[in-house]
């Protein structure tokens, strides 16, 4: 005997210009939709990373510093605001600190980078203490200079690349002149330190004349304490400001928040474009089936049957348009990550979208939902027309 | 406030990435470059290759024996991108642009050298170069004694002792104090020229103007 779904399905396969339209129109709608959401996820999962990475949560800078820290890349250093190293001591001690590191930013022009130079940055480090805030590095070829004192260096895996270094070769500092053997390279890791050449604090300190001087004091916190007050804290030594990695986070998700709004309103204008595709296209179908419908009441169908077949019909439309939807969000999703990393202003270094099961099933319940609720008024419609009058075709549209 | 500030931060960590993200040996900036090394071109397309993929290990095998050494370290392997630049003025093919990375004292050095369809070398340029000396060796100068020569000319020159004959022997050392890197930038234009050969010249049956340039 032929079911109800099986019916509804050559139902759709009579009109399949309009039925493979309407799929489209869902298939697309279900394509944006879950390309956003996972683009929420994924941004910031690639964004947590990112920063965890850096090891720690907090950091004291010089005041002006963030400013002065961007324009050294383009001016090869100079105008860095620095602070006194003692100021780590101040900072170590407030309880709900765990850990500190303290870094000496520092940059050379290099003037045989190309045609018209480049900088070259140096991040002036303790080796312990930077180590200990970042455990996930690991090295590819030797280790951790031992003395901070010393003229050894530490090369992300890029810099490493680029240079053409290995354990036991020399690197010159351009503009100082000052040569280092290199004694570790690092993993790739995905984050700036691949490009990063560390050299001990000490050393970096007496080569840019900046004796117990740094720019910056990473901090890492005890497990499950509250920033804020520690912020306030430390506000209050002299200039000096905190960024927090927390408020650098959210300030990024606020700014990224703009693009999402823009693209879940053209998302739910697609969702409601295609509901009103599926409403026209079903009860379009209705209405071309009239006599059909009356016939089948006068030979006994109930109002609940018409209702259910037609709902079914609904139902296969938006669960197949959603699932090809799905299909092309998974296919199409590096692209859309290429696409969202040439809009954004930032993006953080891993994938951009992430697309999982859960996700998946959300999206799909949810359309089948929303394809339920937009088949219920044809499907009323269709279960009220009267046989008599269908038959003669008399009924009022 | 806070917004600048993230910004400002989030400039430096993209300059930092930014100021390292080159990998393989491509021309830093292919429009100005092409322009600049190659007047007579009106564009150019880009070709990526590496031993790996054109020939393996016996292509590989075949380049050590033709430089007279063993590739290197971890970077000079079988799997090292290479950029060809084909140069074009409006359809007809001109010549090539292509550049090695080699190893010098201090870091790495970037050698190109831009060819006709001969294999002779029109033009040199090392775009980066790490060496208190660089500049020397870096100047046009320096760079005009390599055009004329072909790979034919290298053929005697032996990478490892540094040991020339003729027209190789002729170019002279800005920098003496930077033997190693002047060493480096021969060793560098001759395997240039010997992947070029394999990449290009060999392959194909004779020099001749053909397909259709990209810009």
Partial sequence: MITKFQIAYKNLLRKRVRSLLTLMGIAVSAWVLVSLLGFNQG???????????????????????????????????????????????DVAKEP????????LMSAVFDANK?????????????????????????????????DTNSYEAVMGYEAAELEQREVGD??????????FKVVGILNRTGTQDDGTIFVPLKTTQKIFNRPNEITTIGIKLKKGVNSAPLEEKLYQLPDVQIVSLAQVKDTIMKLISTAQVMVLSIATIAILIAIVGVINTILTSVWERFQEIGILKTVGAMPWDIFKLIWIETVILCTTGGVIGVILA????????????????????GGLVLIDFKLI????????????????????RAGRIRPLEAIRGEAAR | MMRLTVLSLLLLLAGCTAAWSAVGCDLNDPDR?????????????????????KGGEKMLSTVETRLGDKFKGIYETIEVPYTIYEIYANKKKIGYIHGVNQKGQFGGIQVFVVLDLEG??????????????????????????????????????????????????????????????????????????????EFVYSAQPSPSSQEVPKK
């Fill in chain 1, 43 to 89: 941004y910031e999962t690639s964004l947590n990373k990112d920063i965890d990475n850096m090891g720690f949560q907090l950091m004291v800078m010089a005041k002006g510093c963030p400013y002065e820290a961007a324009t050294m890349m383009l001016k090869g250093g100079t105008g860095l605001k620095y602070m006194d190293e003692s100021i780590m001591k």
């Fill in chain 2, 33 to 53: 470059d092409v322009a600049r090394l190659f007047p007579e071109s009106t564009g150019y397309k880009t070709i990526y290759t590496s031993i790996l993929k």
């Fill in chain 1, 114 to 146: 190309g045609e018209s130079g480049g900088i070259a940055g140096y991040f002036g480090v303790e080796p312990k203490s930077f180590a200990e805030m970042k455990p996930f590095l690991k090295f590819r070829q030797g280790g951790w200079f031992t």
């Fill in chain 1, 361 to 380: 099933l959300i999206t799909l319940v949810g359309i089948v939902c929303i394809g339920l609720l937009s088949g219920i008024y044809p499907a009323w």
């Fill in chain 2, 120 to 197: 002779t070398i029109k033009g040199f340029y090392i775009q980066k170069m790490t060496s208190q000396y660089a500049g020397r060796l870096r100047d046009a100068k320096f760079g005009r004694q390599f055009i004329g020569l072909t790979l034919k000319d290298f053929d005697h020159y032996d990478v490892v002792s540094g040991h020339a004959s003729g027209k190789v022997e002729a170019i002279k050392n800005p920098a003496p104090e930077a033997e190693a890197d002047f060493r480096a930038a021969l060793r560098a234009t001759k395997k240039n020229l010997i992947l070029m050969d």
């Fill in chain 1, 330 to 349: 998974l296919i199409l999703s590096r692209i859309t990550d290429m696409v969202m990393r040439a809009v954004l202003p930032y993006a953080p270094s």
């Fill in chain 1, 96 to 103: 709900e600190v765990e850990k500190i590191t303290p870094i």
């Fill in chain 1, 170 to 179: 020399e690197i010159l500092m351009p503009e100082k002149n000052v040569k």
